[in-house]
């Protein structure tokens, strides 16, 4: 297996205000940078979504603004958020773009979608989040069609043991203030493990947490 591995460090993310979006709430990270027409996705978010077409299926609502920042290639967008109150957000920016988006109601262990019928899957700062990685992600699978492929944004555990001493110490409180998210998890561990081959990983940093963004295929 090959990996092409970039590191990057990027122009650093701003977040102004709230017309330029949210990843999710727990992890709000912008998706978006200018304002009205020079609104753009940010390079991560860009990057995450680049070349994508077919139907896509996004875990994860944020407060919906990530919904503008899909590609024109994308012929249907699938949310899935288990909030009432994100996916009533989610419908407000939804109104706005050109491409046709269902939201519907499910979690990572249980995506309210057929079987191989997605060309894509996108989860962006989700998986820290899920008790159970391997099995949202054997989820991911069974609805991605042959070929399809995961696209993710997460953080990582610190490549700096220090750091990854402190991650994992505080993870137990820190999973309880927010929103469950486990800052020590090897992500890329764990979708290794699950039985995706790793075609792309970029390796960045945001407020000084490691971070990958990257595309797999299922084995």
Sequence with gaps: ?????????????????????MEQFHHPRPVCTGRGSESRPTWQRER????????????????????????SGVDEIVLVEPDPFLRAAAQLAAATT???????????????VPDASCDAVVCSLVLCCAARPETALSEVRRVLRPGGELRFYEHRRSGNPVVALIESVSTPLWARLCGGCHPARD?????????????????????RVDHVLGVARAR
């Design 1 to 21: 297996m090959t990996v092409r591995v970039q590191e990057h460090s990027g122009p650093p993310d701003t977040r102004k205000d709230l017309g330029r979006g």
């Design 48 to 71: 995450l979504l680049a070349g994508l077409s077919g139907r896509v299926l996004e875990i994860g609502a944020g407060d919906g603004v990530k919904l503008t920042c899909f590609p």
């Design 98 to 112: 050109s491409t046709p988006v269902r939201i519907r109601d499910g979690a990572l262990t249980r995506l309210p």
């Design 187 to 207: 992500i890329v561990a764990v979708i290794d493990r699950a039985g995706f081959q790793i075609d792309r990983l970029d390796r960045l940093s945001f407020h």
